[in-house]
């Protein structure tokens, strides 16, 4: 299977369990790996055999922006769905990055990372 990756897109977002993250928010960094077959692109060179990753980086950001919700994981489960929308896509793995997650130790980040079929199913 073929990929195309789309890394480190970010959005700055009102998501978590908290009430500060809520109201103040926060950046939030996304990883895309879509599972296509890309041979009729690969000869025919034309953007409309391939997924239009300039688009679908636009409409994943804007699904990040969207209604907040408590989980990183419902995030990343709202940018499987759209990027499975595209019926080239065959399987999709996501990974949201919180950066500024609260933790009580020191630590870089927190990240949740879903891999979705075309069924729904985790991969």
């Known amino acids: 299977m073929d990929h195309i990756q789309l890394m ?3 959005a700055f977002a009102h998501h978590g369990a ?5 109201e ?3 950046r939030f960094v996304v990883d895309v790996v879509l599972g296509l077959d890309l041979s009729v692109a690969a000869m025919s060179d ?3 055999d391939t997924v239009d990753y300039g688009r679908l980086a636009g409409d994943i950001t804007a699904v990040v922006q969207g209604d907040p919700a408590d989980l990183i994981e419902t995030v990343a489960g709202r940018v499987a769905d759209r ?3 595209d019926p080239r896509v065959q399987e999709v793995e996501v990974t949201i990055h919180k950066p500024a997650a609260p933790l009580p130790v020191v630590a870089r980040e927190v990240a949740v990372t879903l891999r979705r079929g075309r069924d729904g199913s985790a991969r």
Do not use: D, T, V
């Open 8 to 10: 480190g897109l970010e």
């Open 18 to 22: 908290l009430p500060h993250e809520r």
């Open 24 to 26: 103040f928010g926060q």
């Open 46 to 48: 034309e953007l409309a």
């Open 83 to 85: 990027c499975l929308q």
